[in-house]
């Protein structure tokens, strides 16, 4: 499964295609797109399930599963890149926001999954609790930095809450930035969490099927190798001087952040933290009409911290005999509403290969790109009741 996110623009508003070369646009154009109010928000989701089993009896199944996931999800306000691109002297006075937000979670998930059937499976109940094993984590806890410039003498103040924690990969900030690696053959850490899933479906007359869920109430605790890095204060300073870096066509990270250390007064401790999962919401009604065809609404919605990100989505799906089906989907995921997706499913002698994306048009256009998912997998089939 594969997930990305972006509130605000596209690869487009920063590149133009040119024959089978990218070029940089003018960024003042990027710049001013920005959001004023809120933080410009990009998410990005890989999941990879080794293995899911299930048991399905008459009343009631269920499931084990393991899945290795990736959740990124970044944030900056516009003024990082007003000061970054176009420096402080067409904001004399003014106060910049500048503070970006990343939280990175990488872990195991274990799930164990039961559900039983009441009223000949018309009304389903079921949860799923996970067993969350940390692998690597970057944890933005505070984040919030300005800068001032004096209109009068010009000279930059800022005042930070900033608290970063690393957690699972060593890091180390003594010299500049220098990141360890995990070993090999450490599978699991000491690095621990745990979540739930709640979910139900009822099913009307044999044509109205309804489904409500939460996924992901929990949260991880770091532990191993952990890190943080703090500034809490006013300070004063000249600036950061990217002219050589620029220059010398490289760019040295461990001189910006030496130099970061130096202006914000970076102090590292190692203090345990725990992350949050995001949530999301799902609330699903499908109509039958007629036999194998099936009409969908479904409504979303995704919680991480401060940060809320609604969907809606209608659909269609038609079952050809009992091998094949396939369907259209249309969606508006906030502030996205071109989001045409597919998707089909083949099944062949107790083995079903499926693939379903909500967006078809970065196949074609990705530098127009907003929102995409893709997901595809194979399931396996042993004894499967046949249909009627």
Do not use: C
């Not at 499964?1 to 990027?30: C, E, M, V």
């Not at 999301?280 to 969908?296: E, Q, V």
């Not at 196949?363 to 499967?384: A, E, K, Q, S, V």
């Amino acid at each position: 499964y594969f997930n990305y996110y972006n509130a605000r623009f596209s690869p487009s508003t920063l590149f133009t295609q040119n024959g089978n070369k990218l070029l940089l646009n003018n960024l003042n154009d990027f710049v001013n797109n920005l959001s004023d109010k809120n933080k410009n928000y990009l998410q990005l989701n890989t999941h990879f399930e080794t293995f899911h089993v299930g048991l399905r009896l008459p009343l009631f199944q269920l499931t084990l599963s393991h899945a290795l996931k990736t959740n990124v999800n970044f944030s900056f306000p516009k003024g990082l890149f007003q000061l970054a691109w176009q420096g402080n002297a067409p904001h004399l006075g003014e106060t910049l926001d500048i503070a970006p937000s990343l939280d990175l979670n990488i872990y195991h998930e274990i799930a164990l999954g039961g559900a039983v059937h009441f009223l000949d499976e018309t009304l389903t109940i079921g949860t799923k609790l996970k067993y969350l094993n940390g692998l690597a984590a970057v944890y933005s806890e505070k984040s919030s930095a300005t800068i001032h410039t004096n209109p009068e003498y010009y000279q930059l103040t800022a005042d930070t809450d900033i608290r970063y924690s690393f957690g699972g990969v060593p890091v180390n900030f003594d010299d500049g930035l220098e990141m360890g690696s995990i070993d090999a053959k450490t599978v699991f850490t000491s690095n621990r969490g745990l979540a739930v899933d709640l979910g139900a479906t009822f099913k009307l007359l044999d044509k109205f099927y309804f489904q409500a869920s939460i996924i992901d109430l929990g949260r991880i605790r770091w532990t191993e190798n952990v890190n943080n890095q703090t500034s809490q204060g006013t300070y004063a300073f000249e600036g950061l001087d990217l002219k050589p870096l620029i220059e010398d066509e490289e760019i040295n990270f461990d001189q910006i952040v030496d130099s970061l250390e130096q202006t914000f007064g970076f102090t590292a401790s190692n203090d345990e933290f725990r992350t949050p999962l995001s949530t999301k919401f799902y609330l699903s009604g499908t109509f039958t009409p007629i036999k194998k065809l099936h009409l969908g609404l479904l409504m979303y919605g995704e919680k991480y911290r401060s940060t809320f990100t609604p969907a809606v989505a209608v659909s269609v799906q038609k079952e050809i005999g009992k091998v094949l089906s396939f369907g259209g989907v249309y969606s508006i995921r906030n502030n996205t509403f071109n989001n045409l997706g597919l998707n089909f499913s083949l099944r062949l002698a107790g083995v079903q290969l499926y693939a379903m994306t909500d967006n078809v048009f970065p196949f074609f256009n990705p530098l127009n790109t907003r929102n995409f998912n893709f997901r595809t997998g194979l399931n396996i089939t042993i004894n499967r009741k046949k249909e009627i």
